[in-house]
């Protein structure tokens, strides 16, 4: 399985921007749906946006057109661009990776491995 550490995060008023960074270690990156979920307090983890190998996005539908996923095979990371930020984007961002292809039903119980989180907060 592989390593995942992120960076970014942060405090931010809303309609602002903030950017997440996901460093991976290990051979099998590039086979890796990578991508990002969420978690708000006293609500249950949920996904957010995924990126295949080849540069397939998913998003969900609440973030489509302000939350934008790359990723860089060569330097095993993943990003996640967050522009218009709302109050309610406020959580817990982690970092997810599974062998294969996953799309936007990709639940937390079908990561193969969790980044260490990043609090998100917007002010209204």
């Known amino acids: 399985q592989a390593q995942l550490v992120e960076s970014g995060g942060g405090l931010v008023q809303a309609g602002g921007s903030l950017r997440l960074s996901c460093t991976a270690s290990?051979?099998?990156?590039?086979?890796?749906?990578m991508g990002w979920f969420r978690q708000a307090p006293g609500k249950e983890r949920e996904f957010v946006a995924a990126?295949?190998?080849?540069?397939?996005?998913f998003y969900k539908d609440s973030v489509k057109g302000r939350f934008t996923i790359s990723r860089d095979n060569a330097k095993n990371t993943v990003t996640l661009q967050m522009n218009s930020l709302k109050p309610e984007d406020t959580a817990v961002y982690y970092c997810?990776?599974?062998?294969?292809?996953?799309?936007?039903?990709?639940?937390?119980?079908?990561?193969?491995?969790w980044g260490q989180g990043t609090q998100v907060t917007v002010s209204s």
């Open positions: 290990g051979r099998t990156f590039s086979t890796y749906t």
């Open positions: 990126s295949w190998s080849e540069g397939i996005t």
């Open positions: 997810a990776g599974r062998s294969g292809r996953m799309g936007t039903n990709w639940a937390p119980s079908q990561v193969d491995s």
